[in-house]
């Protein structure tokens, strides 16, 4: 009735403007689908690049990364330029992606999120154990011997890191130019 339309209107002095409707279910069918597309996409690929920014000034850097869910885990220095970016501001950005020739090939993923140095022997434990699943070479780093010798100035300075993801976007322009998707996702416990 026009009684229970106009109460649900807000107006305001250009325009009408009708609320949205109620939120739809949080998993769908396509949800559950682009998150599958988007953990798989995450658990093959090898590389990202983080772009972070401290008094305005942005910038990006390519790390080695390993996954556990959304979660993304990766060793860089506190003193580079995105270690001492990350501790003055949290919030990062990040793009994972293929290199191809022709614009249909395109696929990838873009991220927000804040990252944070891991502190927790549990969590050290989980990312080790994340890690060296997808990058085995590196425990030679840290067994004594040549590498070690070679890196040990490196080394020290490493840290273990952890982005956790506030919204992951999925790129895929074999779908039609610049088509993406949007998975916001829950904050982290």
Same mark, same amino acid.
């Given at each position: 009735?026009?009684?229970?339309?106009? %109460?649900?209107?807000?107006?305001? !002095?250009? %325009? &009408?403007?009708?609320?949205?409707?109620?939120?739809?279910?949080? &998993?769908?069918?396509?949800?559950?689908?682009?998150?599958? @597309? +988007?953990?798989?996409?995450?658990?093959?690929?090898?590389?990202?690049?983080?772009?972070?920014?401290?008094?305005?000034?942005?910038?990006?850097?390519?790390?080695?990364?390993?996954?556990?869910?959304?979660?993304?885990?990766?060793?860089?220095?506190?003193?580079?330029?995105?270690?001492?970016?990350?501790?003055?501001?949290?919030?990062?950005?990040?793009?994972?992606?293929?290199?191809?020739?022709?614009?249909?090939? +395109?696929?990838?993923?873009?991220?927000?999120? @804040?990252?944070?140095?891991?502190?927790?022997? !549990?969590?050290?434990?989980?990312?080790? $154990? +994340?890690?060296? %699943? !997808?990058?085995?070479?590196? $425990?030679?780093?840290?067994?004594?011997?040549?590498?070690?010798?070679?890196?040990?100035? !490196?080394?020290?300075?490493?840290?273990?890191?952890?982005?956790?993801?506030?919204?992951?976007?999925?790129?895929?322009?074999?779908?039609?130019?610049?088509?993406?998707?949007?998975?916001?996702?829950?904050?982290?416990?």
């Amino acid at each position: 009735d026009n009684e229970t339309s106009d %109460k649900k209107m807000v107006r305001s !002095k250009s %325009k &009408t403007v009708t609320p949205p409707p109620a939120a739809a279910p949080a &998993t769908t069918p396509a949800s559950e689908d682009l998150r599958r @597309q +988007i953990l798989e996409y995450l658990e093959a690929h090898y590389s990202m690049t983080i772009a972070s920014c401290r008094r305005d000034v942005p910038w990006a850097a390519a790390v080695f990364y390993a996954s556990d869910g959304f979660d993304l885990y990766f060793l860089s220095n506190p003193r580079s330029r995105h270690g001492t970016n990350m501790a003055a501001n949290k919030l990062v950005s990040a793009a994972i992606h293929e290199d191809p020739r022709d614009w249909r090939a +395109i696929r990838g993923i873009q991220l927000e999120g @804040q990252a944070e140095q891991v502190r927790s022997p !549990k969590r050290k434990a989980r990312f080790w $154990e +994340i890690y060296l %699943k !997808k990058f085995p070479f590196v $425990e030679a780093f840290f067994r004594p011997g040549p590498q070690r010798e070679m890196l040990q100035e !490196k080394l020290a300075g490493i840290r273990l890191y952890r982005i956790v993801p506030h919204a992951v976007w999925y790129l895929d322009n074999s779908r039609g130019f610049g088509h993406r998707e949007l998975l916001p996702l829950p904050p982290a416990d």
